[in-house]
């Protein structure tokens, strides 16, 4: 391996120079404005005609869609890495003010296009399909005829828009303004201290006992006192999409959450069967892990407790190599894309004040660069995120030749490339752990992405669905809320807790996003499709990566099933590929209790 030292800042610059203040964005923001306004004239004065001289238009319209697409997702990618990268950057909010409005315009073109669309009939639909230049975006095209097929007139689509503003997306924005209010607390030498809900979830992970009970009373009170303007917040947002869904004459609720990540409920229930007949070991893992606690049974606080403290220090240099040289065992394409990524300042890692929690992927599609944010300061876990983000970077670099239109991944595949990305270096360092300690250490950092997979994101989903199917009834209140979560909760973790966190409906951020409802299956979906996809990488080695390559660039044009079959061979309607993801975790719960079984 070469001695490069990799810059832990990345570089901005080469897209517009200037940060925030950059004249060159201003006139990209312009140029986007302007070409944004064409795009809506240019949809607006088609009139289907219903002969081949669609498709001459269409095509034409779509070659536009396609130029400004590029232009708002490069606007949208240098917002993001300038307000991740300095929360204090006052000038951001007004970019960020401008790149929304710029979107905003750009859908009321789409959802004219789309009505449009709807008009043609399915004769000529299909003879349109088949010319240069469309047959390739035939899924894409015919997907987004068939919902706007679904939806109401184009008039009342752009009027419920208009009112979501207020309506819909404010109780969203409501509920990180009450986040940002509250405050948790706790009692340190005899002070009362008062944290941030960030801050005090950190504590959850304390390894004194006393400190996580402490935290987590004070947590529910904070959630508690808030929870008469959350539980307001939340029944109206569901209210809002309910109304909007019973309009378009929508019974189900998953409809449009199983539309966005294009796949069939009966895979939707198929996985969570699975799961649910199969988690028993996770059951035992957390009866283990409760054991070498000293406890009878876990608490909600206690389920990211460490079990020991066997946390090495690894730099961001180390970090680095060591993704490299397992990306090698796997490939030549990711570890080549890794590396430029590296060497070209792509990753923004420094661990400095005033950058934004958590990390993040976005593209520049006009220069075809990746660029990836997170904070690194030194924690196995940060190694694992830094492989997942170069997962998502790698999805988008198997995608770079394809058409625009063809490289919107819904979330459900999106977190296949980087879970698979993680478990290559997650698996390494169970492997290369020089002391038992860290091993189990390591080993426990997996399961414990299982068990909030497979029983953390469960409850939340079967939350979900039941607050949705109460709430059609009336106003679901706040008692009720707290019991659908907590019934939720122990049917997910199979009884295995003491206590239970009954409001998690209040504290997790996801149940409140506007942009995508049902924001849970998702991520099982995804970590499950990729453990699939491992295991396959695992049997034939090397040579596995050039199939991985042609899987990553159907990932937007096809449905998940069908997606499944053409690379995978396999049913997602049916157990089998499930049973399969599942055992895998399982496999680690079974080491982990061989490990611990003294
Ligand atoms: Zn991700």
Redesign the pocket.
């Known amino acids: 391996m070469t001695t490069t030292t990799y810059s832990e800042v990345w570089d901005l610059d080469v897209f517009f120079s200037g940060g925030s203040a950059s004249p060159e964005f201003a006139a990209h923001l312009e140029e986007t404005k302007t070409m944004v306004e064409n795009f809506k004239a240019k949809v607006s004065s088609w009139n289907p005609t219903n002969t081949s001289e669609d498709g001459q238009q269409l095509l034409s319209i779509v070659h536009a869609f396609e130029q400004v697409t590029k232009k708002v997702r490069q606007a949208g990618a240098f917002v993001s890495c300038l307000q991740a990268q300095n929360t204090e950057d006052r000038l951001v909010e007004g970019l960020r003010g401008n790149v929304t409005g710029i979107s905003a315009e750009f859908q009321i073109g789409l959802t004219d296009l789309d009505q449009k669309l709807t008009s043609i009939n399915a004769e000529v639909w299909s003879s349109i399909l088949e010319q240069e230049g469309l047959k390739e975006l035939a899924f894409v095209l015919s997907e987004r005829r068939q919902e706007a097929s679904e939806k109401l007139s184009k008039d009342e689509e752009t009027l419920i828009n208009a009112l979501s503003v207020d309506g819909y997306h404010g109780w969203g924005q409501l509920y990180d303004v009450i986040v940002g209010t509250t405050k948790v607390e706790i009692n340190e030498n005899d002070t009362t201290k008062a944290l941030s809900v960030g801050q005090a979830a950190n504590k959850f992970s304390h390894p004194d006992r006393n400190v996580r009970k402490e935290v987590f009373a004070a947590w529910e009170k904070a959630w508690g006192d808030k929870s008469a303007y959350l539980s307001k917040t939340l029944n109206h947002l569901a209210g809002f999409r309910l109304k909007v869904y019973k309009q378009r004459g929508w019974e189900e609720v998953l409809k449009e959450p199983l539309a966005i990540n294009r796949m069939k409920k009966e895979t939707l229930d198929t996985m969570w069967k699975v799961i649910s007949d199969k988690k028993a070991p996770l059951v035992k893992f957390l009866e283990r892990k409760a054991e070498l606690l000293g406890l009878e049974k876990l608490s909600w606080y206690d389920l990211d407790a460490p079990l020991g403290q066997a946390e090495t220090k690894i730099s961001y240099q180390e970090g680095a190599e060591f993704i490299l040289e397992h990306f090698e065992k796997f490939g030549d394409e990711m570890t080549g894309f890794a590396k430029k990524a590296f060497e070209e300042q792509w990753i923004e890692a420094e661990d400095r004040p005033g950058k934004k929690p958590g ?3 976005t593209y520049f599609p006009e220069d075809s660069q990746s660029r990836i944010f997170m904070t690194y300061s030194g924690t196995p876990s940060n190694v694992s995120t830094l492989a ?2 170069l ?2 970077g790698f999805h988008t670099y198997a995608m770079r030749d394809l058409h625009t239109l063809n490289r919107n991944y819904a979330m459900n595949v ?2 296949t490339a ?2 698979f990305a993680e478990m290559i270096v997650a698996d390494a360092s169970v492997k290369n752990a020089t002391t038992e300690e860290e091993k189990l250490a390591l080993l426990e950092d997996k399961v414990q992405r299982s068990v909030a997979l497979l029983m953390n994101i469960h409850a939340r989903f079967l939350f979900e669905t039941r607050f949705y199917e109460e709430r059609k009834e009336g106003i679901v209140s706040t008692e009720r809320l707290n019991q659908l979560m907590e019934e939720a909760q122990k049917e997910a973790y199979g009884d295995a807790l003491e206590e239970y966190h009954p409001l998690f409906w209040a504290s997790k951020l996801h149940f409140y996003i506007t942009g995508v409802p049902f924001y849970n299956f998702p991520y099982t979906f ?1 970590y499950l499709f990729s453990l699939g996809i491992y295991a396959q990488a695992i049997e034939e080695g090397k040579g596995y990566e050039e199939k991985y390559i042609s899987l990553l660039k159907d990932t937007a044009s096809m449905t998940v099933e069908e997606l499944a079959l053409k690379h995978l061979n396999v049913d997602l309607t049916q157990p089998e590929f499930w049973e399969k993801g599942v055992q895998l975790c399982i496999d680690d719960v079974e080491e982990f209790l061989q490990l611990t079984n003294k």
Do not use: I, N
Request: net charge negative; charged share 15%; glycine share 24%.
């Open positions: 990390g993040f992927h997942h983000e997962g998502h999106a977190e980087s879970t995804g």
